[in-house]
Nanobody
């Protein structure tokens, strides 16, 4: 079955950087479009970015464009999210997912910008 395990979150000051990682297993990662999604306390999950199966195309929501960069290593079944210039409003639980709604996601990693 699909397993996604996120890591790399933490507490960072505004303007700082973090890199999130996601280890994927249980499915053919190299053929899957992958997503990062996030959830603010008490809010619905929102889509952050999507990356094409070959890693050559990525799309970001406006709020993170030019600050976040998604990448993947299909040989290692790994997904990454480089987050720069972090803002307090980026504080959320971050998940990797196989769908934009986050229905198939990992346990998440907390990012706190303060």
């Amino acid at each position: 079955h699909v397993q996604l395990v996120e890591s790399g979150g933490g507490l960072v000051q505004p303007g700082g950087s973090l890199t999130l990682s996601c280890a994927a297993s249980g499915f053919d990662f190299s053929t899957a479009w992958m997503y990062w999604v996030r959830q603010f306390p008490g809010k619905d999950i929102e889509w952050v970015c999507i990356i094409h199966k070959d890693g050559k195309i990525a799309t970001y929501r406006a709020a993170v464009r030019d600050r976040f960069t998604v990448s993947r290593d299909n040989a290692k079944n790994m997904l990454y999210l480089q987050m720069n210039s972090l803002k307090p409003e980026d504080t959320a639980m971050y998940y990797c997912a196989t769908d934009s709604n986050g229905k198939n996601r990992g346990q998440g990693t907390q990012v706190t910008v303060s």
